[in-house]
């Protein structure tokens, strides 16, 4: 009989942590028992082929109302456990890792971390990190951090990079493109359109390269709560004739293939799913931010930030951007770290055999992140 594995997350609603979930399952059905719980199953963008428990808890607003759902998604996963006595319960992200813990009975109670801000000093935090029975990291540099922050045993964290299916990624490159029409120098750029993924600096620093390469266009796929924003700061500089926000696509695969230069400028990440999903077909250019960039990129040491534009092994390094820039919103004013961006895209717009030199190396790269990889080293986590 196989043992029984239990996923927890939010939703499946496009985002990081919802495709890694939604992967794990597809993965690990062929040696697992597996269920998924969601708090809220309305509008996925995933879809699992295993048992899905919805509680139908969604997130409210007010500070009464949401401690009312932490007690309730907490009682109804504990009474689940109880029932259906899982072996191993693996939760992803701040939310559901409470949630996990709170509940925490039965079985393995693993949290996972999608972000370096899980790694953040606070109270509901070290309670995660101290109940837990193991963490699982997506990366080395959130992984050393947590053990420091929260004072953890290292043989109680580890790392498992996200696992992509680069195999099928590929294939999907093929299907056909009728709404966007690209030119020689497309820029593209793929995520959640959050204030923390930074599109303005996207925006402002492909205005410069624009000046240069009369041709180039910036396409964006994605969708979220900064549109109406990114749309004003286009209007800003002018760039309604090329620049497109494109919106959700569930297959990128083949407007990432017909473009030329990936682009991503994060203010923080944990292992950007998009970056390596840009790998698969281009040469990437992304902001040396919290975590993740620099592994994926780069072969030597971590505990270095780029403080201009750094060619690594697999891709292109620029100075990331402060904190600040995000709390004082200055997606208006072209900065420094603007210009850096502009000429790290200028680099590999105006240079061909570099652009196919670093495509070539971020294709070998991406093999480090298949389904395989990751079920193996979940496998021997879950069976120490």
């Not at 927890?8 to 597809?26: D, T, Y």
């Not at 109804?76 to 109880?82: S, Y």
């Not at 796929?221 to 990114?230: A, S, V």
Request: net charge positive; aromatic share 8%; charged share 30%.
């Amino acid at each position: 009989m196989k043992k029984k594995l239990l996923l927890i997350v939010p939703n499946l609603r496009f985002g990081g942590q919802q495709r890694v979930i939604a992967n794990v399952a597809q993965i690990m059905t062929s040696d697992y028992d597996v269920t998924v719980v969601l708090f809220d199953g309305r509008d996925p963008a995933f879809h699992v082929d295993c048992r899905v428990v919805d509680f139908s808890i969604p997130a409210a607003p007010g500070r009464l109302r949401k401690i009312k759902n932490v007690l309730l998604r907490a009682y109804k996963l504990r009474k689940l456990k109880r029932k259906e006595q899982f072996d191993f319960c693996l939760s992803t992200g701040p939310t559901a890792n409470l949630i996990n813990v709170l509940s925490k009975g039965h079985g393995m109670t693993i949290v996972r971390t999608s972000s370096y801000d899980d790694c953040k000093k606070n109270t509901i935090n070290r309670y995660i990190f101290r109940h837990c029975d193991c963490a699982i990291s997506c990366a080395e540099l959130t992984r050393k951090k947590l053990i420091s922050t929260f004072d953890l045993s290292p043989e109680k964290v580890f790392t498992i990079y996200n696992p992509l299916d680069i195999h099928t990624i590929l294939e999907r490159g093929n299907e056909n493109v009728s709404d966007y029409v690209f030119s020689a120098h497309t820029v593209v750029s793929l995520g959640r359109l959050d204030a923390g993924k930074n599109f303005p600096r996207i925006i402002k620093a492909f205005s410069l390269a624009k000046k240069e390469i009369r041709d180039a266009q910036l396409l964006v796929i994605g969708d979220g709560e900064e549109k109406k924003k990114l749309e004003e700061v286009i209007g800003q500089f002018k760039l309604q004739d090329s620049v497109t926000l494109l919106g959700f696509r569930i297959n990128s695969a083949p407007y990432l293939k017909r473009s030329c230069v990936f682009v991503q400028a994060s203010f923080v990440e944990g292992f950007p799913n998009a970056l390596v999903e840009g790998m698969c077909f281009l040469p990437v250019i992304a902001a040396d931010c919290k975590s993740g960039p620099r592994e994926i990129l780069s072969n030597g040491r971590l505990d270095v930030v780029c403080n201009g534009i750094e060619e690594a092994d697999y891709g292109i390094l620029v100075r990331p951007a402060n904190m600040d820039e995000l709390k004082r919103d200055i997606s208006e004013e072209i900065t420094e770290n603007d210009r850096l961006l502009a000429e790290a895209i200028l680099v590999l717009l105006q240079d061909e055999d570099k652009r196919e030199k670093m495509k070539k190396r971020a294709a070998e790269r991406v093999k480090s992140f298949t389904f395989n990889r990751f079920r193996d080293s979940l496998v021997d986590i879950l069976e120490q």
